[in-house]
T-cell receptor, first 114, second 113 residues
Framework: KQEVTQIPAALSVPEGENLVLNCSFTDSAIYNLQWFRQDPGKGLTSLLLIQSSQREQTSGRLNASLDKSSGRSTLYIAASQPGDSATYLCAVSSLGENTDKLIFGTGTRLQVFP | DAGITQSPRYKITETGRQVTLMCHQTWSHSYMFWYRQDLGHGLRLIYYSAAADITDKGEVPDGYVVSRSKTENFPLTLESATRSQTSVYFC????????????FGEGSWLTVV
């Protein structure tokens, strides 16, 4: 059974710092991996989707990498801003019979203070 | 462009009552999903649908019923609400399962007393 873990559960950093959020998964047979952002009281917004054949994806100050063999993904946020404060979740889609479903991690709650 | 909307946003109900959470999407996405989000468990899939009249169980389907008579609607019914079903419920849609970007609604906060 695929399990997704995100460490740390919470992170507080000063504005301007570059930071890395981690996501690990137990079964490397994945179809893709997605990173999401969730603001308090809101739904999830997709940030980046990495297909299993890709190593990384970039969008603005965000860069997500994928290492399937080690079961790891990282989300790199450059020059963090207070507006980046939110919970970040990763989710994987496993191959085989579970391609229809995303398995989510429990998220990393990020606070960027001025 | 309304996207994906959920109603009600907030609901308090009593144990044993039937509750229906509505989900409507305007994109004609084939796939729709219902998740619940609980502290310590993250998001867990309740049910999903690949197309109208096609539904399948997710990780935690017990106590829930879904239907999808129209592509744009995917209601979730709690047949006899229990306190353990107090949660935040998210509806989501996608053009193709998990292969493409998935879009979430704003959530429905349900409290069962």
């Amino acid at each position: 059974k695929q399990e997704v873990t995100q460490i740390p559960a919470a992170l507080s950093v000063p504005e301007g710092e570059n930071l890395v959020l981690n996501c690990s998964f137990t079964d490397s047979a994945i179809y893709n991996l997605q990173w999401f952002r969730q603001d308090p009281g809101k739904g999830l917004t997709s940030l980046l989707l990495i297909q299993s054949s890709q190593r990384e994806q970039t969008s603005g100050r965000l860069n997500a990498s994928l290492d399937k063999s080690s079961g790891r993904s990282t989300l790199y946020i450059a020059a963090s801003q207070p507006g980046d404060s939110a919970t970040y979740l990763c989710a994987v889609s496993s191959l085989g019979e579970n391609t229809d479903k995303l398995i989510f991690g429990t998220g990393t709650r990020l606070q960027v203070f001025p | 462009d309304a996207g994906i909307t959920q109603s009600p946003r907030y609901k308090i109900t009593e144990t044993g009552r039937q509750v229906t959470l509505m989900c409507h999407q305007t994109w004609s996405h084939s796939y729709m999903f219902w998740y619940r989000q609980d502290l310590g468990h993250g998001l867990r899939l309740i049910y999903y649908s690949a197309a109208a009249d096609i539904t399948d169980k997710g990780e935690v389907p017990d106590g829930y019923v879904v239907s999808r008579s129209k592509t744009e609607n995917f209601p979730l019914t709690l047949e006899s609400a229990t306190r353990s079903q107090t949660s935040v419920y998210f509806c989501a849609s996608s053009t193709w399962a998990s292969g493409n970007t998935i879009y979430f609604g704003e959530g429905s906060w349900l409290t069962v007393v």
